[in-house]
């Protein structure tokens, strides 16, 4: 185990914490924009398949997102440009495609001709508590997808089984919205993570 892993390892146990917020500048010339990270002092390896450094990276790219390059500078420097920067911005576009699904209002959508108060208030109680909600399993979606690829696939799941347990007759189409809105995240994420976990990310040293 390198010095850097054993120090991420011990980073749980109340030793120097893994920032999710990277050091970073950006550079500018007249062919290119670059995010250049200074990776001496983190106790994590710089490199995009860890997932403590593709946070901070992904952080970083959201604000600057005309980057045409991603520079690890570490002890030895990490370029990522063209299929990898391609990828990064693919996953920044997920995740704010992910927030707009979690937009919907159930309540203001779908019952909208409901007019007494009591019934109203009644159905967006309901709405609200239901774990179904979109603006609740959207939103957590949206946070785990920039977090951890594994852990947003297995909260995929989860929520996948909460929502065809809803068999309310009344939320069916709520249901059926959502059913169709989470095959087309995940369809979107499967070019992602065939990209991540079966070429990995082109470096350059």
Same mark, same amino acid.
């Given at each position: 185990?390198? @010095?850097?892993?054993?120090?991420?390892?011990?980073?749980?146990?109340?030793?120097?914490?893994?920032?999710?917020?990277?050091?970073? &500048?950006?550079?500018?010339?007249?062919?290119?924009?670059?995010?250049?990270?200074?990776?001496?002092?983190?106790? +994590?390896? $710089?490199?995009?398949?860890?997932?403590?450094?593709?946070?901070?990276?992904?952080?970083?790219?959201?604000?600057?997102?005309?980057?045409?390059?991603? +520079?690890?500078?570490?002890?030895?420097?990490?370029?990522?440009?063209?299929?990898?920067?391609?990828?990064?911005?693919?996953?920044?576009?997920?995740?704010?495609?992910?927030?707009?699904?979690?937009?919907?209002?159930?309540?203001?959508?779908?019952?909208? &001709?409901?007019? $007494?108060?009591?019934?109203?208030?009644?159905?967006?109680?309901?709405?609200?508590?239901?774990?179904?909600?979109?603006?609740?399993?959207?939103?957590?979606?949206?946070?785990?997808?920039?977090?951890?690829?594994?852990?947003?696939?297995?909260?995929?799941? *989860?929520?996948? @089984?909460?929502?065809?347990? *809803?068999?309310?007759?009344?939320?069916?189409?709520?249901?059926?919205?959502?059913?169709?809105?989470?095959?087309?995240?995940?369809?979107?994420?499967?070019?992602?993570?065939?990209?991540?976990?079966?070429?990995?990310?082109?470096?350059?040293?």
């Amino acid at each position: 185990m390198g @010095k850097k892993a054993a120090e991420a390892k011990g980073s749980t146990m109340g030793e120097k914490k893994v920032e999710a917020f990277c050091n970073h &500048d950006v550079e500018s010339s007249t062919v290119e924009m670059r995010l250049v990270f200074d990776c001496k002092e983190c106790p +994590v390896d $710089a490199d995009l398949k860890n997932k403590h450094c593709l946070k901070g990276v992904l952080t970083a790219l959201g604000a600057n997102y005309n980057a045409d390059n991603v +520079v690890l500078s570490d002890y030895a420097e990490l370029r990522y440009s063209g299929p990898s920067m391609k990828m990064l911005k693919t996953l920044i576009d997920l995740s704010s495609e992910i927030d707009n699904l979690s937009l919907r209002n159930p309540p203001r959508e779908y019952f909208s &001709d409901i007019k $007494a108060q009591s019934a109203k208030d009644k159905r967006r109680a309901t709405c609200n508590s239901c774990k179904a909600n979109p603006q609740v399993i959207f939103r957590r979606m949206k946070k785990m997808i920039l977090e951890d690829i594994e852990v947003f696939y297995s909260e995929f799941l *989860t929520s996948s @089984k909460i929502v065809k347990q *809803t068999r309310t007759a009344e939320c069916q189409v709520c249901v059926k919205t959502t059913e169709e809105a989470m095959v087309y995240v995940f369809n979107l994420t499967e070019e992602f993570r065939a990209f991540l976990y079966f070429e990995g990310f082109s470096v350059v040293i």
